[in-house]
């Protein structure tokens, strides 16, 4: 990954990465995953900051990877492709606390469990320790 500061005030990073995760999609124990991300943060105000993220990744299921269980019955490699955006405004309420508000949004494509979207809303108490 790479971090770029264009100004004292804005962040932007994008990145790439590749390797073997664990998965909890059964009868799958793990995939080869590739993703790519890129994220911009502003501080707004010196109180105030924003930022926006943006994830896209692409998985393969590999039918020899499956639990010791399932390995007579027939199972088929299969990919998975994920996109995720989400965003965050959080406010520095007092020294290391924060209010923070936020949305994601996930798209899921796959040949080896059901395509879904979801939306995600979230308001939160972030202490530092």
Known sequence: ???????????????????????DVYPFSNQERTSLFASIGQDVTAKLDFSLNATYIMGKYDAEETVETVREV??????????????RLRYNVARNNYLELGYQYTDIASDVRDDYSRNRY????????
């Open 122 to 129: 979230w308001v939160g108490w972030q202490t530092r320790l």
């Open 1 to 23: 990954s790479m971090t770029v500061l264009p100004s004292p005030r804005t962040r932007l990073s994008a990145g790439a990465s590749h390797s073997m995760y664990e998965v």
């Open 74 to 87: 027939d199972v088929i490699d299969g990919d998975d492709d994920a996109m995720q955006v989400s965003s």
